[in-house]
């Protein structure tokens, strides 16, 4: 290969290595409690939480409240999050049967619609793949001139998806290729090195021969300043190349369906509601135990790290497969936490298309309806969502908003042009306030802790404040606590970066274009506003 393919290789790889995010740095370790801190005493952006129970919260009285965490899963054990675990305390534990007679079997922690007696869903496919599949047979030999006029329309979104759908297998393709080439050469370096570990002077040291051996030189050099090398393989090149791998196997193939095995539900009936079983950390619950410590980890017991919330009980309601969430399950989740007395839902997912959006709105209105919160993350897509399409959506099908939602983006620790994190979604008309997403340190199983980054990370921190207000406050309404949220946002008067696809320049606009309140969470200044509020 010549010397122009390897660079674009190089570039390729590199950029589709490093934009996965995962694993963490110096910065997280060394900065635990970032998303608690105060942005004039810590110098880093945070949502001043510590501030507030120095100042405002110390003696006051509270009562617990139920976070509803809709997610992929939860450690119910875990050293830092089993004091905070929702339990009902009418369901007996392992006896069999629906001791509250709520339709679900043994719900003592919450309950898990991925799956069934059989076991649960953990791989599942983008709801993009289900839609193609269920369209393919109907307009698959079908043409613009051949299609009956009344299903035009379907049928050019079909043609879209299509489009869609060969262009996210094209990329995840091409970084599989590239991230194995990649690891091919790094293999080949740490050979000739003759260690399994190599440190950052071996790196230096090494005998380079090739001009992609030689960047990766000068880029390992750099990582293993603040980390392993097996640390930075594994949770970089091997978990990069997983990623894209799963996403060719199970996400984007249309042959592949988990659910009438392990779920056995009538997929067509959307209105089921009683099927799942009582698993709530499922076969991975590394996202929803992260999601669950950043709102309420424990804050007395010297461990690990100090959730937002002090006052708060996690119910996990496992509706997130590693894939695309299916409406119905989300509708289920939704009205399953409601029922048992969640007042707020954090909803860390979201996708680009939608089954039935209806049952999904219904949910949501029942639950505005029994006054409770939701959080939502924007999305990890640098996309304007004033102009894509985002599910789920608080806009409902044929007119309505729902008024107690909230939309989350993701910002950085740093008060400058690099505030927004470059992944988060934003939106001057969809995304309402942005909150901490970026190398954000929480619990993971098996009574463990990394550093994530996401919009994922973001929305359980304005979560958590939703749940501090409504526990300290109990008699505000759930409306009341979105505008005490929105109004009191730091506002951030300056511009910031917004990276551009690839091969086009970043370009930089006012923060305050960025979401509806302008600016950062705040959660001194919402607690003493919620003080004056009647």
């Known amino acids: 290969m010549n010397t122009r393919q390897n660079k674009l290789m190089m570039r390729a790889a590199l950029s589709t290595v490093f934009a996965f995010g995962l694993g963490f740095g110096a910065f997280a370790q060394q900065n635990n409690n970032w998303q608690n801190q105060d942005l004039k005493q810590d110098t880093v952006f945070g949502?001043?939480?510590?501030?507030?129970?120095?100042?405002?919260?110390?003696?006051?009285?509270?009562?617990?409240?139920?976070?509803?965490?809709l997610d992929g899963g939860v450690e119910t054990t875990h050293e830092d999050l089993k004091s905070v675990i929702w339990?009902?305390?009418?369901?007996?534990?392992?006896?069999?049967?629906?001791?509250?007679?709520?339709?679900?079997?043994?719900?003592?922690?919450?309950?898990?619609?991925?799956?069934?007696?059989?076991?649960?869903?953990?791989?599942?496919?983008?709801?993009?793949?289900r839609v193609l599949r269920?369209?393919?047979?109907?307009?698959?030999?079908?043409?613009?001139?051949?299609?009956?006029a009344e299903d035009l329309p379907a049928f050019e979104a079909y043609q879209k998806a299509k489009i869609d759908f060969e262009k996210q297998k094209d990329e995840a393709e091409n970084a599989v290729a590239n991230i194995?080439?990649?690891?091919?050469?790094?293999?080949?370096?740490?050979?000739?090195?003759?260690?399994?570990?190599?440190?950052?002077a071996d790196f230096k040291n090494v005998q380079t021969q090739t001009g992609m051996e030689d960047r990766l030189k000068g880029i390992m050099v750099s990582q293993l300043e603040n980390t392993t090398y097996r640390d930075f393989y594994e949770s970089q090149i091997q978990k990069g190349l997983d990623h894209y791998q799963k996403q060719l196997e199970y996400n984007l193939n249309m042959s592949y369906d988990p659910r009438p095995e392990l779920v056995g539900d009538n997929y067509a009936d959307s209105k089921e509601r009683f099927y799942g079983n009582n698993d709530v950390a499922g076969p991975d619950a590394s996202h929803g135990t992260h999601v669950s410590g950043i709102i309420a980890a424990d804050r007395t017991n010297n461990l690990g790290i100090k959730g937002v919330a002090d006052h708060v009980q996690i119910m996990g309601?496992?509706?997130v497969p590693d894939g695309d969430e299916r409406d119905k399950d989300v509708a289920n989740a939704i009205r399953y936490a409601v029922d048992n007395g969640a007042k707020v839902l954090n909803m860390s997912f979201g996708k680009a298309y939608s089954w039935d959006k209806k049952i999904v709105d219904d949910a949501v209105k029942y639950a505005m309806s029994k006054d409770v919160l939701i959080i939502q993350a924007a999305g990890n897509d640098n996309k304007?969502?004033?102009?894509?399409?985002?599910?789920?959506?608080?806009?409902?099908?044929?007119?309505?908003?729902?008024?107690?939602?909230?939309?989350?983006?993701?910002?950085?620790?740093?008060d400058d042009q690099t505030l927004k994190a470059s992944f988060s979604n934003y939106g001057k008309t969809?995304?309402?306030?942005?909150?901490?997403?970026?190398?954000?340190?929480?619990?993971?199983?098996?009574?463990?802790?990394?550093?994530?980054?996401?919009?994922?990370m973001a929305s359980p921190v304005v979560a958590g404040l939703a749940a501090l207000i409504r526990s300290y406050y109990p008699k505000l309404k759930a409306a009341q606590v979105k505008e005490i949220i929105m109004k009191t946002v730091t506002?951030?008067?300056?511009?910031?970066?917004?990276?551009?696809?690839?091969?086009?320049q970043a370009k930089v606009v006012p923060f305050s274009d960025l979401s509806i309140s302008g600016g950062i969470v705040n959660a001194y200044e919402a607690l003493k506003l919620a003080a004056t509020y009647k």
């Open 180 to 200: 194995s080439a990649l690891k091919g050469v790094l293999d080949e370096m740490v050979k000739k090195m003759g260690k399994d570990n190599p440190d950052q």
């Open 47 to 69: 949502i001043s939480t510590e501030k507030a129970y120095k100042e405002l919260l110390k003696g006051k009285k509270a009562v617990p409240v139920v976070v509803g965490v």
């Open 430 to 456: 969809t995304v309402d306030v942005f909150a901490p997403g970026v190398q954000i340190y929480s619990t993971v199983p098996g009574s463990k802790y990394e550093a994530y980054n996401g919009t994922s």
């Open 134 to 148: 269920r369209d393919s047979a109907k307009f698959n030999n079908q043409t613009a001139q051949t299609v009956k």
């Open 491 to 504: 506002k951030v008067n300056h511009d910031v970066e917004i990276s551009g696809e690839e091969g086009e």
């Open 87 to 129: 339990t009902n305390k009418k369901e007996i534990a392992g006896n069999g049967k629906d001791d509250d007679k709520n339709g679900y079997i043994d719900d003592v922690h919450g309950w898990n619609f991925l799956g069934s007696a059989k076991g649960s869903v953990d791989h599942e496919t983008l709801e993009l793949t």
């Open 317 to 319: 309601v496992r509706s």
């Open 384 to 414: 304007n969502l004033d102009v894509e399409k985002s599910f789920p959506d608080r806009r409902y099908e044929g007119g309505g908003i729902a008024d107690a939602y909230i939309v989350v983006g993701a910002s950085g620790p740093k």
